[in-house]
C-alpha cells in the first residue's frame, strides 16, 4: 500500500486480511447464520416482506469494505455503497446475467451507489472489487428469505421474527469455506414465541 498514490487515506484504517476478524475472546466476525425452512417447506414470505424492507450498506472509509461481509435479501433489501474516505473508489460487484450483470461503479467522496438485485431464488454468493485499490475486495450473500444474520466484532447475531412452532436447520458459513453451497449444517431447531437467542 505504501506506493500507491492514496496510500496516506490507505493507511488510516485497517490494512490486514479481513478474511479473519478475531478478537482477544476468540469471537469471529462476519460468520453467517442462516435457517432453513422445515423439512420439504418453503418459508412464507408474505409477512416477511414489510417488516424486512431496508437498505444493507457497506462503506469504503479507507481502503477496504466495511463491512467486508454483507447480506441482504433483495426482495424487501437494497444495497447501498458508501465511500465516506477523502478519495474515488470503485465497487465492482460480480455477477452473472441472470442476476442483472456485473455492477461497475465509481464513487467519488462523500458519494453513495444504490445496486439493485429482484426475483432472487436461490443462495448467491457475489465478489466485490474496487479497481482503483485491487487489494479491496468483500463480499455479498443473496438470500431468498430473511432468515439470516452477519456476525459482529464480538460474535453476536440477531436473525429477527424467526418462525415459531416448527423445526428449523441452523447453518453457519465463513468465507474461508468457499462458496454458500459449503455452509455447515449446525442443528436443528424449533422457537416459542418469544425466544430470542439460538
Known amino acids: 500500500i505504501k506506493d500507491h498514490k492514496d496510500a496516506p487515506i490507505c493507511n488510516m484504517g485497517d490494512t490486514k486480511d479481513q478474511m479473519w476478524i478475531v478478537d482477544n475472546d ?14 420439504g417447506k418453503a418459508f412464507d ?13 457497506f462503506d469504503q472509509p479507507h481502503c477496504a469494505f466495511v463491512p467486508h461481509i ?9 444495497l447501498v455503497s458508501k465511500n465516506s474516505s ?11 446475467p441472470l442476476l442483472g450483470g456485473t455492477k461497475d461503479l465509481l464513487i467519488p467522496p462523500g458519494g453513495k451507489e444504490e445496486i439493485n438485485y429482484k426475483n432472487v431464488t436461490t443462495e448467491n454468493l457475489l465478489n466485490v472489487e ?5 487489494w479491496m475486495s468483500a463480499r455479498v450473500a443473496l438470500f431468498p428469505h430473511p432468515y439470516f444474520a452477519r456476525t459482529n466484532s464480538k460474535g453476536e447475531f440477531e436473525i429477527k421474527n424467526v418462525p415459531v412452532d416448527v423445526e428449523l ?25 418469544g425466544d430470542n437467542d439460538l
Open 26 to 39: 476468540g469471537n469471529v466476525e462476519n460468520v453467517l447464520i442462516i435457517l432453513g425452512p422445515p423439512a
Open 45 to 57: 414470505l408474505k409477512a416477511a416482506k414489510d417488516v424486512s424492507k431496508g437498505t444493507v450498506e
Open 70 to 78: 454483507v447480506a441482504l435479501w433483495p426482495d424487501a433489501q437494497t
Open 86 to 96: 477523502k478519495v474515488n473508489h470503485n465497487t465492482k460487484v460480480v455477477a452473472g
Open 130 to 134: 474496487c479497481n482503483v485499490h485491487n
Open 169 to 193: 436447520t441452523v447453518y453457519k458459513w465463513h468465507e474461508s469455506m468457499g462458496d454458500l453451497k459449503s455452509k455447515v449444517e449446525e442443528k436443528k431447531m424449533s422457537f416459542k414465541k
